[in-house]
């Protein structure tokens, strides 16, 4: 069983940036890979970006590249999604997902275990 904790969201203006943490519980973190996926209201949850077991693969939506970096500290059990140039659009909650494989997909069936989710607010 692994549990997620999201931390970093919040209110910021277009423009700005925001780095969203995820913390997971469990030793076997590291060999899992991981992602963020996203949820605007009236909108289905999304995948915003991929990160396999070693950090070494990443992936992003299209909408997102360029902007975004997702990393992860296998020695803190935390991975974590850097977001510059947020635009309104990016509005949503931000949800940090497990798969309990080493690669990930795009997605929500690819993944095992979710957050509870982070408010990401960016105003125009």
């Known amino acids: 069983q692994v549990q997620l904790v999201e931390s970093g969201g919040g209110l910021v203006q277009a423009g700005g940036s925001l780095r969203l943490s995820c913390a997971a519980s469990?030793?076997?973190?590291?060999?899992?890979?991981m992602g963020w996926f996203r949820q605007a209201p009236g909108k289905e949850r999304e995948f915003v970006a991929g990160?396999?077991?070693?950090?070494?693969?990443?992936y992003y939506t299209d909408s997102v590249k360029g902007r975004f970096t997702i990393s992860r500290d296998n020695a803190k059990n935390t991975v974590y999604l850097q977001m510059n140039s947020l635009k309104p659009e990016d509005t949503a909650v931000y949800y940090c997902?497990?798969?309990?494989?080493?690669?990930?997909?795009?997605?929500?069936?690819?993944?095992?275990?979710w957050g509870q989710g982070t408010q990401v607010t960016v105003s125009s």
């Open positions: 469990g030793r076997t973190f590291s060999s899992y890979g």
């Open positions: 997902a497990c798969a309990a494989r080493p690669v990930v997909g795009a997605q929500r069936i690819d993944y095992d275990y």
């Open positions: 990160i396999n077991w070693s950090g070494g693969n990443t």
